[in-house]
């Protein structure tokens, strides 16, 4: 009675289908829009600022504006990205739907006054709380409530980036250290097409990245085959590095934040103190480089990441300041993501560091765009399809060689305390 | 005391990495040699079949011939890939060294006579008996083992098709159903690499695939947008129908292998009886195309692989014929891979269905190859990276749809009934 079997098998399979597809479309067009209008809003605060930069000198305010609206309203939201992954490892205690109105409202307020910060995490938290908040509509139960948990990351993470595979990936792979379960493989990339194709529709556009310096490929003759042995150590060597400045990044932003609980008694006070401390920085530098997203230039020949994919892009310390300024920013309480900064560290480090070994300075500013968020992350899988979608398959083996050696030196934690670990790393 | 210890944690990466490239190189640049010893003997056999077609009328003895060589050499050897995954779930049997040389052999004598094969399998039970060899020298303890066995295939693979990436991730998803653990990340990823390059090295080269007749990108106006759901649409139906030709393959090759093994008393009497069905099949055809592994035409206007790739380059029913052809050779005692006539059955059904749904022909076949293959072995990721390795990055979440959805649809088991399953599929 083997194919009445089979038959069944195929029709629950089809069920299954259908079901997720049903449910999950209308989560992640919802979530994809919510991200397009965090994205315009992003857009429109970081320009509005460039035009007037004395915005920077509120950012103390701004802060404790934020403390109070998560103090008031937060609950447990503050967690952020955590608290998603928590109630996937173990669901139970929800994610408050008010959890993604907050965060888009001050992840811009951040990035308005010059806070140093990313917006996966504030994707990644709408997509999270939106999920939730259809899961409970749709009465799930709570698997099926954990995959559209993943799902919602997938969505988010897929349309902030405008790379779904990525998203796709990188929600399964985030959840615990060393491994990935397909307990939702498909769900995830319904939500990640669905995120990022919605993003699209709303006329959002994604910023473009070139490698356009690496002329020789892997296979070819003997000389070649030498040269890119030698490149290939090279590339070991500075994604050992990356890796060190994930774990570096991850060790600073909860170092600020430790040492803020202990110094200050007044909650509200650590915000303004992050904030004074990021005008004097910007004072003593002298350039607004570091504030921010870090992807658009505030003024011509400002270090961005697209300027670092260019031979003196950035300076030799450039990803220093950039981590400074975003462990602050973070550590002191102001809202946003970790992994646009994490690119900025990441670029500017391959920038500096194709200078000091004499390598393809693009190659190299992608490389760190990569590893040095897989290393944070402990996603190198996701990573590697990162590079793959934004920069294209001709690197692939780049790609992965930079982000798995990241991800083993990165330490054995990252910048999201609530990873589980399946496989430790050495 | 938090300073010391991460430095003493890097340092035991280090010694991890450099112990592991030391343990690798020669293992992976030996598999390498062999591979590329292999690919040389392989090709010179099917051109010198080509020349003396005569020579399938043979295929009945030299079936017998392999039947006695592995039931007077072979002892465990018979059970090719699955004794290496069984070996690195639960080690101890050992991976006799003499597995090597006999599917070398035996996979070359399969081929000269005209029999339906591949070449993977050769490949990971050559890596995975060097392997083993090489780690008893070493004097490796059970888990080095299992990470050297899990490179080996990585090797292995990486070797046969040119593809290091996908011998990385294939190595360590083909073990068990539904999850990747990253034991071995690094020491696969240079295995697959040295692999690769050793076999470049010995100037072998790869056959080149290319899509070429998609035009519209999947962002874009409206329109477009319709137009990509559309075959977006269309993708999935054909993977679904790519996951049940796995699902057909795996019960064909099971079911042949279970009716001789009840049939005959005589076990040399299988692979006469084989070899006489595909002398008849290729009669009543009366065409050679299904013989072999089908890459390389025997005459102008052949169907191969590469033909598939192109408008008429299959008939309707040709997948179907292959799917035939291969089960008889594998399930009569022939020896050889199953995966290149996997690649076959799905560009050639790739190739029908494109007719059927109006599709683009090659972006159709491409699917095909790599969803197919995905299907059968239980391996989505290493085969959407497998599509980006071998026809670029531009279709890479329309080879993430299929190889996913295949996987899905392709039932609980695959070609290699020594998976163990992580999680289950719906």
Redesign the interface.
């Known amino acids: 009675m083997a194919k009445p079997k089979?038959f069944s098998?195929?029709f629950?399979?089809l069920k299954?289908?259908l079901r997720w597809t049903v449910i999950i479309v209308p989560v992640a067009a919802a979530i994809g829009s919510a991200v397009a209008l965090f994205l315009w809003l992003l857009s429109a605060a970081i320009h509005y600022r460039f035009g007037h930069p004395w915005l920077l000198y509120l950012l103390p305010v701004a802060g404790v504006a934020i403390h109070f609206a998560y103090r008031l309203y937060g609950s447990s939201a503050e967690k952020g990205n955590n608290l998603i992954i928590d109630e996937i490892h173990e669901p139970g205690a929800g994610v408050p739907k008010r959890m993604g109105p907050l965060i888009l409202v001050t992840t811009v307020i951040t990035h308005l006054f010059g806070g140093s910060a990313g917006r996966e995490g504030t994707a990644v938290q709408m997509g999270g709380s939106m999920a939730h908040l259809f899961g409970t509509w749709f009465k799930l139960d709570s698997t099926q409530m954990r995959t559209l948990l993943t799902a919602g990351i997938a969505a988010g993470f897929g349309a902030v980036f405008?790379t779904?595979?990525t998203g796709?990936?990188f929600a399964m792979e985030v959840l615990t250290i060393?491994?990935?379960?397909?307990?939702a493989?498909?769900p995830c990339?319904i939500a990640g097409?669905v995120g990022d194709?919605t993003v699209?529709?709303w006329g959002i556009k994604h910023t473009a990245y070139h490698i356009d310096d690496v002329s020789a490929g892997?296979?070819?003759n003997?000389g070649n085959?030498l040269m890119m042995l030698l490149l290939?150590v090279k590339i070991i060597v500075a994604s050992a590095a990356f890796g060190?400045a994930s774990?570096a990044f991850a060790q600073a932003t909860h170092s600020v934040k430790k040492i803020c609980t202990q110094w200050f008694k007044q909650g509200w006070m650590i915000p303004v103190c992050g904030g004074i401390v990021i005008i004097a920085l910007t004072w003593i530098i002298g350039k607004p480089d570091y504030l921010s997203l870090g992807v658009e230039p505030e003024y011509p020949g400002a270090v961005t990441i697209v300027s670092a994919f260019t031979h003196n892009g950035a300076y030799f310390f450039s990803w220093f300041w950039k981590l400074i300024y975003t462990a602050i920013t973070l550590g002191t309480g102001f809202k946003g993501g970790e992994v646009t900064p994490l690119f900025y560290i990441g670029a500017t480090l391959g920038n500096t560091l194709a200078g000091i070994l004499n390598a393809p300075v693009s190659l190299f500013a992608a490389l760190g765009f990569i590893a040095v968020f897989a290393g944070a992350t402990n996603t190198?899988?996701a990573c590697?399809?990162m590079g793959?979608?934004l920069f294209?398959?001709e690197y692939?083996?780049f790609f992965?060689?930079a982000c798995?050696?990241a991800?083993?030196?990165s330490?054995?934690a990252g910048i999201y305390s609530s990873q589980r670990t399946?496989?430790s790393?050495?």
Chains 1, 2 share one sequence.
């Open positions: 089979i098998d195929h629950s399979i299954y289908l405008g779904p595979l796709t990936i060393g491994q990935i379960k397909y307990d493989l498909l990339l097409l194709v699209s529709a892997l296979h070819g003997a085959t290939l060190l774990m190198p899988l590697t399809l793959i979608e294209g398959a692939s083996l992965a060689v798995f050696t991800y083993i030196f330490g054995k399946g496989v790393k050495s």
